[in-house]
Nanobody
């Protein structure tokens, strides 16, 4: 059973940066595509970014392109999300998850919900 622990969130001003981490335990996720999702108050969880198992390809939701960067370190069983140029509308709880999805599904974040959700990490951006 994979457990996902997200960390790195916090309170930042608009324009600031944060680096989120998602550490997996219980088994290796090196063969899984991984993704980041977020949920703002009163809204549904939405796809943010994803990365293939080999880091060959990365995909982003339109609203974060050019500002966020997803990466992974399979040796550390950890996935990262670098958040730059943060906006107040980026305020949300950020979660990671993964799955054995092909490129087409990974591009949209589909099928990347195979593991139990972690507690997430809160990102708050003040204006």
């Amino acid at each position: 059973q994979v457990q996902l622990i997200e960390s790195g969130g916090g309170l930042v001003q608009a324009g600031g940066s944060l680096r989120l981490s998602c550490a997996a335990s219980g088994r290796s996720v090196s063969s899984y595509a991984m993704g980041w999702f977020r949920q703002a108050p009163g809204k549904e969880r939405e796809f943010v970014a994803s990365i293939t198992w080999s880091s060959t390809s990365t995909y982003y939701a339109d609203f974060v392109k050019g500002r966020f960067t997803i990466s992974r370190d399979n040796a550390k069983n950890t996935v990262y999300l670098q958040l730059n140029s943060l906006k107040p509308e980026d305020t949300a709880v950020y979660y990671c998850n993964g799955g054995l999805s092909g490129p087409a599904a990974t591009r949209l974040g589909l099928g990347l919900k195979q593991f139990p959700w972690g507690q997430g990490t809160q990102v708050t951006v003040s204006s």
